[in-house]
């Protein structure tokens, strides 16, 4: 069977990329052809996300509608109820009227029991900042008997030291006042 010239140079041009190497220019084809398809795939990804996300805002402010809707809708069915399901709505409102009164009281003693707790843990840090403080005063006062001409240091820093351990002595004395006021104030059980 003879082939035709057309088929002849179809089958011919497989065979001639295979034989010769790319050259720069070509490769640079093929990536760029390559990188323009990926391009338009993000794209569309990229749309689809942004039309997905714009539909589900819509579906949830269209909710939001019919929620207000089903609030009216239930304020109407609420005067057409017999005398029985009323009794037992109000029944359930008394509950939860109870239950936020208890719940009030349970967080009003959880509140002043960490109160308590949070305070012991800051006298403790104000016990161990005036202890390092005067632990530092000890260290100057060494220094300034070892450094000849350093006694200005040591009269310097010893005020400013002092000054600090009275502002910690003042900061326990409130914490303590905090403890003792919410100590008072818990509800005897």
């Known amino acids: ?3 035709s010239k057309p088929e002849e140079e179809e089958a011919a041009a497989p065979e001639a990329e295979v034989a010769e190497p790319l050259t720069p220019e070509q490769r640079m084809a093929v990536l760029e052809k390559s990188l323009g398809t ?13 039309v997905s996300l714009a ?5 949830l402010l269209l909710g939001t509608g019919n929620s207000q809707e089903d609030t009216e809708l239930a304020a109407t069915a609420d005067s057409a109820q017999p ?9 359930v409102e008394a509950n ?8 009030s009281k ?3 003693v959880v ?4 109160t308590g707790r949070f305070a012991d843990i800051l006298i403790e840090q104000e016990k161990d900042k005036q202890q390092f403080v005067l632990a530092a005063k000890d260290a100057i006062t060494d220094l300034a008997r070892m450094v000849p001409g350093s006694r200005t240091w040591l009269e310097l820093y010893s005020e400013q030291i002092g000054n600090a351990v009275e502002r910690s002595k003042a900061r326990m004395t409130t914490i303590g006042a905090i403890k003792v006021e919410s100590a008072e104030a818990k509800p005897a059980q």
């Open 1 to 3: 069977m003879a082939k």
């Open 111 to 114: 509140e002043k029991t960490n």
């Open 38 to 50: 990926t391009r338009i795939m993000l794209f569309v990804v990229a749309l689809l996300l942004i």
């Open 55 to 59: 539909a589900s805002v819509a579906i």
């Open 106 to 108: 349970i967080e009003t």
């Open 96 to 103: 939860l009227t109870r239950f936020d009164e208890r719940l």
């Open 83 to 91: 005398i029985e399901q009323r009794q037992l709505a109000e029944k």
